[in-house]
């Protein structure tokens, strides 16, 4: 699929973010039109599947369409819906297939009605030539490189009345200084890097998110600042492998250096990070953790499988003993640290001895929490071609003697806590009972206490009363 770039208006800036700006004007100008043909103003929402990075993404775009002047809606009964895509694995295809034949019948109601595609699945290119055959009544697709030009495709949109697509390979190229909305006041997510250079057999996140690309430091740092001049108190780092963030940079700066940069941020009480790589995490990293006041003592540390055979037709670099060595140095540099995981379950090949190797991993890490994926067949990827795909009743055996165990050692891990005092965020009133507010320990884990809800953004210290399993129930310790 090749980039379109028609000439909507010669009057455009060339230079980002300026040109953007131009288009959210003229857009903006636009709705104001349907706004008064319609005697009511215009609703988006925004749907998001899959990832934080998506979920980051999504804050972007909705950025742009409150500056726009759309209203933004929770519910999908807007005049814009954007779905936000994820393709990592199959179901989260079909989930979205199934919601366009709902929205097909909005859409002939209201000739209002907008609908965009974006994110991940659209990069691919079957995935569009789908849409443009059998969902005609689709108005605009975009990848995952261009979701900052969402205003200026709206645009070419609201001009031309036909299906806008642009979508691009890949890109090297981003924008900074562009609205961004946050979806809580205290916490906010920060991109460090985009993409991912490790092409994994079975992971087709390579291929629709394109090579590894790090922010400059100054950028990141200036956005973090501005972010804790508006209030909030604990970011959270993303990139695909933050691990290898700044090896590309004109001059070069590891992940572990952009910590301590952040650290110094005054106001910024607690940073965390996601995803680290095994083969990159650095003895730098691990020393700066173990001294930081702010970093929270968490690492998640996606292993997918145990065995050495099967990880070496992952691709992933490491050996069943490589991961567990660094996991002891972890463990024994920082204490109180707690891990969390990603696992596989049925890798082509994954023989019942692959399969026990992974058991022996969970079993010897002991992970304060996992996420479990059923491998999933993706077009493109190496691993899609490999013969011997495991049955699916043998996946499913295997999925649920592996939940067993990961639950089992959570709940014990979980247990260990109960009656400490520690640090807590607290983030939300509580959904089920009023009187209760929410907030998150360094480790992630929620606890319920009761309190006033005027304490959200703030870190208070809470008495962990009793363990309910994967949350607590507290009360606020006197300090
Ligand atoms: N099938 C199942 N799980 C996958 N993941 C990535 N690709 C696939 C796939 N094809 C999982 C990995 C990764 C997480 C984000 O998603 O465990 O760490
Ligand atoms: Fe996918 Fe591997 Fe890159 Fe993670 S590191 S995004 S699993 S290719």
Redesign the pocket.
């Known amino acids: 699929m090749k980039e379109i770039s028609v000439e909507i208006d010669q009057n455009a800036p060339v230079k980002e973010p300026e040109r953007q700006f131009f288009f959210m004007e003229k857009c903006k100008e636009e709705l104001k039109k349907q706004e008064t043909e319609l005697g009511r103003k215009l609703t988006a929402n925004v749907t998001t599947f899959g ?1 934080q990075m998506n979920a980051r993404d999504s804050e972007k775009i909705v950025g742009i369409l409150e500056t726009i002047g759309y209203e933004m809606v929770e519910e999908e009964d807007a005049d814009f819906i954007i779905y936000n895509t994820c393709t ?2 199959e179901n989260a295809n079909l989930k979205v297939y199934g919601r366009l034949g709902q929205l097909k019948k909005k859409k002939q109601k209201n000739p209002y009605m907008r609908l965009a595609l974006c994110g991940c699945m659209m990069q691919e290119d079957v995935v569009v030539e789908k849409i443009r055959k059998s969902y005609r009544f689709v108005d605009l697709i975009f990848g995952t490189h261009n979701i900052y030009k969402v205003a200026e495709l709206l645009y070419q949109r609201m001009m031309t009345d036909r299906m806008v697509i642009d979508i691009w390979k890949d890109t090297d190229k981003i924008v900074e200084d562009l609205p961004s909305e946050r979806k809580f006041s205290f916490k906010a997510g920060v991109n460090v890097m985009y993409g991912c250079n490790n092409f994994c057999t ?4 390579p291929y629709v998110r394109g090579r590894e690309r790090s922010r400059e430091p100054k950028d990141i740092i200036r956005e973090i600042e501005k972010l804790v001049a508006d209030g909030v108190v604990e970011i959270m780092l993303l990139g695909q492998n933050v691990n290898s963030y700044g090896k590309n940079l004109e001059h070069p700066v590891s992940f572990a250096q952009l910590l301590q940069e952040i650290e110094k941020i005054e106001g910024l009480k607690r940073i965390r990070f996601m995803t680290s790589h095994p083969k990159d995490l650095s003895d730098e990293l691990i020393e700066v953790m173990k001294h930081s006041k702010k970093i929270c003592k968490h690492l998640h540390l ?1 292993v ?1 499988a145990g065995s050495t055979r099967l990880l070496k037709e992952m691709n992933r670099r490491y050996t069943k003993e490589d991961y567990l060595a660094l996991v002891d140095k972890v463990k024994k540099e920082i204490p109180d640290i707690s891990l969390t995981t ?3 379950v049925g890798f082509p090949g994954e023989t019942e001895e692959d399969f026990l190797e992974t058991m022996d991993v969970v079993k010897k890490v002991r992970y304060d929490a996992a ?1 479990t ?6 077009t493109g ?1 190496p691993a899609a071609v490999m013969e011997n795909q495991v049955p699916e009743d043998v996946v499913k055996e295997r999925f649920q003697r592996l939940l067993d165990e990961i639950q089992k050692i959570s709940a014990e891990l979980t247990k260990e806590d109960e009656g400490t005092i520690q640090e807590v965020l607290v983030e939300d009133e509580d959904s089920q009972d009023t009187q209760l507010i929410t907030g998150r320990l360094s480790n992630n884990l929620l606890v319920h206490f009761k309190g006033d809800k005027s304490l959200i953004g703030q870190l208070v210290k809470v008495k962990l009363v009793e363990c309910k399993g994967f949350y607590y129930l507290g009360e606020l310790a006197e300090d």
Do not use: H
């Open positions: 990832c990592v694995r079975y992971c087709i996140v996606p997918q990603d696992i596989m996420y994926f059923i491998y999933s067949k993706r990827t």
